[in-house]
């Protein structure tokens, strides 16, 4: 198997609800997002993908949650904006966006030393 590495960032706030501790008041992070695409075979130019394509559609994916309270985001209105949830958030819709190429994983870093991954 093939697999290619894009990242990207967004600075977007968020507060959890029900959650005892700090993070039950709205602040921000820089979340740095890594998304794993792979594939078993090659195109005629040797590529999984064209870098440059996938690295415009992750920045305009992200867009949407980019400068925001995630928690007004409508997929955000029931479910918390952890970093689990924003992983399976992106993962299902960059599925979309790529598609048919695969989404292996989706990684979402909170800070330098924390990350929360989704994958099927
Ligand atoms: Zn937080």
């Known amino acids: 198997m093939f697999e290619l590495r894009i990242q990207d960032e967004i600075a ?3 507060f959890l609800r029900g959650y005892e501790g700090k993070c039950k008041n709205i602040h921000g992070h820089t979340w740095k997002i890594e998304v794993f695409i792979v594939k078993d075979n090659l195109n005629e130019l ?3 993908a064209d870098f440059a394509v996938l690295k ?3 920045k305009e994916f992200l867009m949407g949650i980019d400068h925001i309270n995630l928690n ?3 997929y955000f209105t029931e479910i918390n904006p952890t970093a689990e949830n924003i992983a399976k958030y992106i993962y299902e819709g960059f599925s ?4 048919p190429l695969r989404l292996n994983k ?3 870093w909170e800070s330098d ?3 929360a991954s989704y994958y099927e």
Request: net charge positive.
């Open 106 to 108: 989706v990684n979402v």
């Open 12 to 14: 977007s706030a968020h």
């Open 56 to 58: 415009q559609q992750l």
């Open 72 to 74: 007004d985001h409508s």
């Open 46 to 48: 040797g590529m999984v």
């Open 96 to 99: 979309k966006v790529i598609a």
């Open 113 to 115: 030393r924390a990350y």
